[in-house]
């Protein structure tokens, strides 16, 4: 059984989705493949704001982070977006 979080259907491919609320961003990089990370930039710990062109981004410091593997693609941020476990049941991402 998971927390569900959000319908698969609602993750567009090639983007995104950020849910404040539960502290994760869920990406769908291609098609049918969904990753979850932390949405708390590692900067200095603001919340990431958006996702747009295949990075999720953080407004206050102008970090970039890619959809795919939450490596960093533009500072000032050192470190990657951190991982979150999700399982998908009945086309609803949740959690574990």
């Given amino acids: 059984m998971i927390e ?3 319908s698969a259907d609602a993750v567009p491919v ?6 404040p609320a539960a ?5 769908q990089p291609v098609e049918g493949t969904f990753v979850a990370f932390g949405s708390t ?5 603001c919340t990431v704001r958006a996702i747009a062109a295949g990075t999720i981004n953080c407004f ?3 970090s970039r982070f890619r959809i795919a593997d939450g490596a960093v ?7 990657p977006l951190p991982h979150r476990a999700i399982k998908i049941e009945g086309g609803q991402i949740g959690l574990p």
């Fill in 41 to 45: 930039c590692p900067h200095q710990g």
């Fill in 14 to 19: 090639g983007g995104g989705v950020i849910l």
């Fill in 73 to 79: 693609v533009g500072g000032p941020a050192k470190e």
């Fill in 60 to 62: 206050c410091h102008g």
């Fill in 23 to 27: 502290g994760v961003v869920i990406t």
């Fill in 4 to 6: 569900p979080l959000i």
